[in-house]
């Protein structure tokens, strides 16, 4: 791959490297500028040998996309895969630190120790963007799934339902070319949880495993209510405290537009008697046992102040 045309004012293997962002072969460099100018870049410190004879401004080494381009470049046998697949689909998932790559048996590859190799006889499908090689992100969730450490996975699995990295109808299309998965029943478990009705995670987690038991058993779910003339729909509703509990995801309640009409859904709610709490994801996965505690102590406040 040769490099683009450069710019019109001269600038430094280092510049160039920093305004590209991207790795760039070293003979390429070389041609371009000379062996000793970039020999000096890679002793500044400045730029870095990413892969054998890929260089990349240090500035940008530990991006994830200048990583997976690097992985492709040196290597077009191998494909990105696992949580660094699912980063360059939802960057809004966590960077992880090494990458994984998935490549065909019988050929091997002896790699740094950044990047995790995985030889498979059937390769899952993939696609190239952005001069990336990786797997299709339902593909990607169950190399995630199958390196993560057992307690990290189920969160590995919502957290990727949650930025609509794929599809359950697509992970279950990538479960059945699967043949060998750690913890498979538990993940077929987890994707059973959306086929009966749920329609994002944040219902799923409320649902199964933070609003449940005994104790929640007077709350009605997804309750059709006539209000300010306005037929809504509320996530959760204790009739007797008249409590409503609303799932606030960001795909529907991120914006201004969403936020005002939520304050404008409270006030009527409120007006009409009725109380409303919000949770958002981070609340039920990271403090569940807190927003339990908080709906059941406002339903026996209200239920003592109506007696």
Same mark, same amino acid.
């Given at each position: 791959?040769?490099?683009?045309?450069? !710019?019109?004012?001269? &600038?430094?293997?280092?510049?160039?490297?920093?305004?590209?962002?991207? +790795? =760039?072969?070293?003979?390429?460099?070389?041609?371009?500028?000379?062996?000793?100018?970039? #020999?000096?870049?890679?002793?500044?410190?400045?730029?870095?040998? #990413? #892969?054998?004879?890929?260089?990349?401004?240090?500035?940008?080494?530990?991006?994830? %996309?200048?990583?997976?381009?690097?992985?492709?470049?040196?290597?077009?046998?191998?494909?990105?895969? %696992?949580?660094?697949? #699912?980063?360059?689909?939802?960057?809004?998932?966590?960077?992880?630190?090494?990458?994984? *790559?998935?490549?065909?048996?019988?050929?091997?590859?002896?790699?740094?120790?950044?990047? =995790?190799?995985?030889?498979?006889?059937?390769?899952?499908?993939?696609?190239?963007?952005?001069?990336?090689?990786?797997?299709? +992100?339902?593909?990607?969730?169950?190399?995630?799934?199958?390196?993560?450490?057992?307690?990290?996975?189920?969160?590995?699995?919502?957290?990727?339902?949650?930025?609509?990295? =794929?599809?359950?109808?697509?992970?279950?299309?990538?479960?059945?070319?699967?043949?060998?998965?750690?913890?498979?029943?538990?993940?077929?478990?987890?994707?059973?949880?959306?086929?009966?009705?749920?329609?994002?995670?944040?219902?799923?987690?409320?649902?199964?495993?933070?609003?449940?038991?005994?104790?929640?058993?007077?709350?009605?779910?997804?309750?059709?209510?006539? *209000?300010?003339?306005?037929?809504?729909?509320?996530?959760? !509703?204790?009739?007797?405290? &008249?409590?409503?509990?609303?799932?606030?995801?960001?795909?529907?309640?991120?914006?201004?537009?969403?936020?005002?009409?939520?304050?404008?859904?409270?006030?009527?709610?409120?007006?009409?008697?009725?109380?409303?709490?919000?949770? %958002?994801?981070? @609340?039920?996965?990271?403090?569940?046992?807190? =927003?339990?505690?908080?709906?059941?102590?406002?339903?026996?406040?209200?239920?003592? @102040?109506?007696?």
């Amino acid at each position: 791959m040769s490099l683009p045309i450069r !710019f019109h004012e001269p &600038m430094s293997v280092v510049e160039y490297l920093d305004v590209t962002a991207a +790795p =760039c072969l070293r003979r390429d460099l070389e041609r371009e500028w000379s062996r000793r100018a970039v #020999l000096n870049a890679l002793r500044s410190d400045a730029a870095t040998a #990413l #892969l054998p004879q890929l260089i990349v401004a240090t500035a940008h080494a530990r991006k994830a %996309g200048v990583r997976a381009q690097a992985i492709t470049l040196w290597s077009p046998q191998v494909v990105v895969t %696992g949580a660094l697949a #699912l980063h360059l689909e939802r960057p809004e998932l966590a960077e992880p630190r090494t990458a994984d *790559v998935v490549v065909q048996r019988p050929y091997t590859i002896r790699a740094p120790g950044w990047i =995790c190799v995985r030889s498979t006889v059937f390769m899952p499908p993939s696609r190239t963007v952005n001069r990336i090689r990786s797997v299709y +992100p339902a593909f990607a969730l169950l190399d995630a799934w199958r390196r993560a450490e057992p307690s990290a996975r189920k969160n590995i699995f919502y957290e990727a339902m949650w930025r609509r990295a =794929c599809t359950p109808e697509q992970l279950l299309v990538a479960l059945a070319t699967t043949p060998r998965l750690p913890a498979r029943r538990r993940l077929e478990v987890l994707v059973a949880r959306f086929e009966d009705g749920a329609t994002s995670p944040l219902e799923v987690v409320a649902h199964r495993e933070v609003f449940t038991g005994a104790a929640f058993a007077s709350f009605e779910r997804q309750v059709q209510m006539l *209000v300010a003339g306005r037929r809504r729909t509320v996530d959760m !509703f204790h009739r007797r405290a &008249m409590l409503v509990v609303e799932l606030d995801g960001d795909t529907f309640h991120g914006g201004v537009a969403a936020q005002y009409s939520d304050r404008e859904r409270n006030t009527d709610f409120a007006a009409a008697g009725y109380l409303t709490l919000r949770f %958002g994801w981070r @609340d039920l996965r990271d403090r569940p046992s807190w =927003c339990r505690e908080q709906v059941l102590r406002v339903v026996a406040t209200r239920l003592r @102040d109506a007696a």
